[in-house]
């Protein structure tokens, strides 16, 4: 049974419900084994966390940061902020010292909680920049300070000053004055076109959005959802608060690259992620197939075809299969699919949300055909993530994001933009009126910049209105499309299309390469560097044999005609992706504008 109560209040009143009942699990700084924590022991260490940041001086409205990797601390300090009616501003862990100190600045944030010994040092540099920033809180208990650093306090110390609950008559006056208008948090987006904005979340939109999902996400008690993807994300934030209000069990990854073995160790039956993450799957599970006997090989594909009938052509499209595909599918189910699962650690898969980019058609096919429901959504920080997902009582169509959840207005405006208007959507953006009002429109609708269109109760996303591409020759290009369409190939681990003002379509490809260097030792291809791999005419050959096989179904102008193979990745620090990993194009195209010439020579 949901419960309804106001957020700020939301850990005790489920303690009161649950007791001793664990709540999270997770590890320690530093340390491999597991750990629980009941929901009665989370109760209390919020309330220690509100009594103390009171004890330091935050007052109500007033800002406190948390720039960190996801931990239990970093809960901990979300719900005390909630409990005295502060407002949580999220960081993400890679943000960079500019990153920093526009956010403290633009939001006068006065304390910053601080994960690990990386983000301690560049919040340190910062702190004598950022005139509001008071205080650092470290979280790892073995970050080295600086010697001449007497303002920071560690987390345990932290926690002391609310030892005893000595404010919590305040604190419990505070719960009782705390209203649906107060805003809960500050979310900046990632900045794909220029400066952060900060988003605001008041405790009515996180309110509707629990309310609405409620009716078409069945989370519950019997879930271990585990938290993937950052909390400063608003789709893991949104959907980690919201599977806290079904009484939920939550683990807690604290580390996006030990993902698989968090899975494995740890076995849930929920995670919310970006479509990055099956397509990683997809692209493992198909190389194992590669190097598979021809007889195993033919075994596999017929089971494929057999779960595509089975989830996609019947169950999705809500037709009853025959019998005999029935039984057909038990058996792969029971044994070929069962064992896929298991090496992911996903014997008990309930659901899986996943939005936040396009999902390739053949990733998503594959996902649902080996018995894993891919929940696919659509949302923005500014919709306080869902607009649209999945309903799993419903039927649905490979390619669209769901059904609208049932608060949501959507228009479909000029150019097919999608328009946005209910309870969820935020008042606008802190302290941005000039962009607020190009943001909404006269009858209150939220612009998003999505393009799409609703058919069947089902809402279908076309492309990003600021990304669309046009070639020289007039044809409209959605890279995103195309993008998603060559990641799930196992040697691709980043790609940025260009093509506008362009004659054609190219790419830059940054490789996998573990994966193209084993190639070329099976090959016997000799290189001294990733640049001499990345530039071999047999590597480059291999790799367009395989866009053409990927790039069949898209019409001739929308193909990658030249492509580059990249030496090095693309990263935040030269400022070419976002938080959130999304590409920022104006900065590829200047920073590798001669290599992106060269391709149109």
Same mark, same amino acid.
């Given at each position: ?37 009941? $929901? ?28 960190? *990797? ?12 909630? @409990? ?12 960079? &010292? ?69 404010? *919590? ?24 076109? @220029? ?82 993450? $099956? &397509? ?43 019998? $005999? ?16 699962? !298991?090496?992911?650690?996903? &014997? ?103 393009? @799409? ?60 390469? &573990? ?6 030792? !099976? ?8 640049? !001499? ?17 990927? *790039? !069949? ?49």
């Amino acid at each position: 049974m949901q419960n309804t109560c106001h957020l700020s209040v939301l850990v005790h009143r489920q303690a009161e419900r649950y007791g001793d009942r664990t709540a999270l699990h997770y590890k320690p700084f530093g340390q491999n084994e597991w750990k629980q924590m009941s $929901w009665q022991r989370f109760s209390m260490r919020v309330k220690e966390a509100s009594n103390a940041l009171l004890n330091l001086g935050l007052r109500p409205t007033e800002r406190l940061g948390i720039f960190s *990797q996801n931990t239990v601390h970093s809960l901990v300090v979300d719900f005390a902020a909630f @409990g005295i009616r502060a407002v949580g501003i999220p960081f993400y862990a890679t943000s960079s &010292e500019p990153q920093l100190q526009y956010i403290i600045d633009d939001a006068q944030i006065r304390f910053l909680f601080v994960g690990e010994q990386e983000q301690y040092d560049k919040a340190r540099r910062i702190v004598p920049l950022c005139t509001s920033l008071e205080r650092l809180i470290t979280f790892d208990p073995t970050i080295t300070l600086h010697p001449q650093d007497n303002t920071t306090m560690r987390f345990d110390e932290f926690l002391r000053l609310g030892s005893g609950l000595p404010r *919590q008559s305040e604190v419990e006056r505070l719960w009782a004055q705390a209203t649906e208008d107060d805003i809960a948090n500050i979310l900046y987006t990632s900045g794909t076109t @220029g400066d952060s904005k900060g988003v605001i979340l008041t405790y009515s939109q996180y309110h509707a959005a629990f309310r609405a999902n409620h009716e078409c996400v069945p989370v519950g008690e019997n879930d271990r959802v585990m938290n993937f993807l950052p909390y400063t994300h608003i789709f893991e934030r949104g959907w980690t608060f919201f599977a806290m209000t079904e009484g939920a069990e939550f683990i807690v990854n604290t580390r996006p690259h030990d993902i698989q073995q968090s899975m494995r160790e740890t076995h849930p039956t929920c995670m919310a992620s970006v479509p990055r993450f $099956w &397509e990683k799957v997809y692209a493992g599970v198909m190389e194992k197939i590669e190097h598979a006997s021809p007889a195993r090989q033919r075994l596999f594909r017929s089971a494929l075809r057999t779960g595509k009938r089975y989830n996609v052509e019947c169950r999705a499209r809500g037709k009853r299969p025959s019998p $005999w595909l029935s039984l057909k599918y038990r058996l792969y189910d029971r044994t070929l699919f069962r064992l896929i699962r !298991q090496q992911l650690g996903l &014997e008990q898969a309930h659901f899986f949300p996943t939005a936040g980019a396009t999902v390739d058609p053949i990733v998503e096919e594959f996902v649902h055909s080996i018995g894993i429901y891919m929940m696919v959504g659509y949302g923005l920080t500014e919709s306080l993530a869902t607009v649209s997902c999945m309903h799993m009582d419903k039927p649905f169509t490979i390619g669209s994001v769901g059904r609208p959840i049932s608060s949501i207005e959507i228009r479909i405006g000029d150019n097919d933009e999608i328009l946005l208007k209910g309870p969820t959507i935020t008042r606008g953006y802190y302290q941005r009126d000039e962009l607020n009002r190009q943001a909404f429109d006269a009858d209150g609708f939220f612009h998003t910049g999505d393009a @799409g269109y609703l058919s069947n109760g089902e809402l279908f996303l076309k492309e990003r209105l600021k990304d669309l591409y046009k070639t020289s020759n007039g044809k409209y290009i959605a890279p995103q499309t195309i993008e998603a369409r060559l990641l799930v190939d196992r040697y691709i681990e980043q790609i940025a299309i260009v093509a506008d003002n362009r004659k054609f379509v190219s790419a830059l490809i940054v490789p996998d390469y &573990e994966a193209l260097e084993e190639y070329a030792k !099976q090959k016997g291809i000799t290189y001294t560097d990733r640049a !001499q791999l990345c530039s071999n005419g047999d590597i480059n050959a291999m790799m367009a044999e395989r866009l053409d096989t990927l *790039q !069949q179904a898209l019409a001739g102008y929308e193909q990658v005609k030249r492509f580059t193979l990249m030496p090095e990745p693309f990263t935040a620090e030269k400022g070419e992706l976002t938080n959130t990993l999304k590409i920022r194009r104006t900065v590829l195209l200047k920073n590798y504008k001669d290599i992106i010439d060269k391709m149109y020579e």
